[in-house]
T-cell receptor, first 112, second 115 residues
């Protein structure tokens, strides 16, 4: 089945230690999104790619970076995680000809 | 600018009872509207969406929603709740004319289903 895959599902890192979360998709969608979702809150868009065109949200901290080496893969890099960065990180994809975003299962990040 | 308001952060119903989750939106352009469901420690799954055409849309798991432009609402209903419906539900809006497809989410409603 075509899908959006996120690895790992759970990630533990230390305060200030760089961490990378990964997302891959078999849907061949041009658009990919990264969201941060804190406990009991709505997902918050961090940035998105349209092909290789990167679009950062105005309020996304500089601590968050992203890479998209090809259509299938997208990475979220947190350069110096703080305790406040503990959250669920959701990846989503969309066919630009359609309206629906398809979400992966998420990676829950714990910062010690 | 667009926004979404979900009335009621927690809704509790008995199994077999009607489910009604409320969503109101604000949009300066014709919106696309979505309902997503999220189970614990899972991603978001699309329940249904409205883009154009018929204002009553049917989704998965017996859910449906009606787009009411005059009321700027897109409430989610299900005639008979099942225990497996217990989850977090998010209403979202996207500007129909945008090629970014950015979603603006409501704050979510937790649905509890009592036996």
């Amino acid at each position: 089945d075509a899908m959006v895959i996120q690895n790992p599902r759970y990630q533990v890192t230390q305060f200030g230690k760089p961490v990378t979360l990964s997302c891959s998709q078999t849907l061949n969608h041009n658009v990919m999104y990264w969201y941060q979702q804190k406990s009991s809150q709505a997902p918050k868009l961090l940035f998105h790619y349209y092909d290789k065109d990167f679009n950062n949200e105005a309020d996304t901290p500089d601590n968050f970076q992203s890479r998209r080496p090809n259509t299938s893969f997208c990475f979220l890099d947190i350069r110096s995680p703080g305790l406040g960065d503990a959250a669920m990180y959701l990846c989503a994809t969309r066919n630009p000809l359609g309206e629906t975003q398809y979400f992966g299962p998420g990676t829950r990040l714990l910062v010690l | 600018a667009q926004s979404v308001t979900q009335l009621g952060s927690h809704v509790s119903v008995s199994e077999g009872a009607l489910v009604l989750l409320r969503c109101n939106y604000s949009s300066s352009v014709p919106p696309y509207l979505f309902w997503y469901v999220q189970y614990p420690n899972q991603g978001l799954q699309l329940l249904l969406k409205y883009t154009t055409g018929a204002t009553l849309v049917k989704g998965i798991n017996g859910f449906e929603a009606e787009f009411k432009k005059s009321e700027t609402s897109f409430h989610l209903t299900k005639p008979s709740a099942h225990m497996s419906d217990a989850a977090e539900y998010f209403c979202a809006v996207s500007p129909g004319s945008s090629n970014t497809g950015k979603l603006i989410f409501g704050q979510g409603t937790t649905l509890q289903v009592k036996p």
